[in-house]
Structure formats: C-alpha cells, structure tokens
C-alpha cells in the first residue's frame, strides 16, 4: 500500500493490522508509527473488533470469507491487496513411525484445504 494511502487512512479511520509474517511488515512499519494504528496479534479478536466497527482492518481471507459471504464486512482497497499466501506446514518432531491420530489431523486437513473456496 502507497504510504500516501496508509496516511490518508489514518487520518480519516482507525487502522487494525494482524502482526505476521513478512507481507505485513512494511504496513505494519508504517502503522506502528501512527497514533491511530493498532497492531494485533490474534486474527480472531482483530475479526472481532472489526465486525463491531473499531476500524478497517488487514486479515487474511480465510479469517474473514464467512463474514464478507454474510455481508458483515466488506472487502476494501483490492487494489492494493499483495496477493500474499499463508502456508500451512505439518510438523511431527519425534522418531519412527507418526501416530494414527497425527496422520488422521493430516489427512483432514488436506482434505479441508482442498475444498476451501479460498484461492491456494
């Protein structure tokens, strides 16, 4: 997002941001520095807080896909979205075989993941 953009939007509203990985470092940077920029680390008391109106807000879809199917929030500034993907990794620390129960939660979430409508 163009700093001029990120400023104009904190002049007019308060800006909420989700605290991750690198593609939101330079927003989160920019906002951190701004009186009316709060940075979370928790998607789901961001989602909260936006949905009763605290602010505008940068979550990822798959916090938010109900909430915009429902109509509760809004997607803002497309333009602008990065486009960046959040990946999931499984990861069994231990030696020998996986446990029953580990490659069950596995194959859940495969299966789920496959059929999310969210792009990835």
């Given amino acids: 997002m163009p700093p001029e953009l990120l400023r104009l939007l904190l002049h007019f509203h ?3 941001l989700l605290h991750g990985g690198d593609g ?3 927003a989160s940077a920019l906002a951190s520095r701004r009186a009316r920029a709060r940075i979370y680390n928790n998607g789901e008391t961001l989602k909260h807080l936006l949905l009763n109106g605290v ?3 940068r979550l990822a879809l798959w ?3 109900a909430e915009f199917k429902a109509g509760r929030l809004v997607p803002l ?3 602008y979205n990065p486009g960046d993907l959040e990946q999931i990794h499984a990861v069994h620390v231990g030696g020998g075989q996986v446990p029953h129960r580990v ?3 596995i194959r859940h979430m495969v299966d789920t993941m496959k059929a999310s409508p969210l792009p990835g």
């Fill in 14 to 16: 308060r800006f909420l």
């Fill in 24 to 26: 939101h470092a330079h």
């Fill in 55 to 57: 602010g505008i807000g």
């Fill in 63 to 65: 916090h938010v896909a």
């Fill in 77 to 79: 500034l497309e333009k």
């Fill in 103 to 105: 490659r069950a939660f």
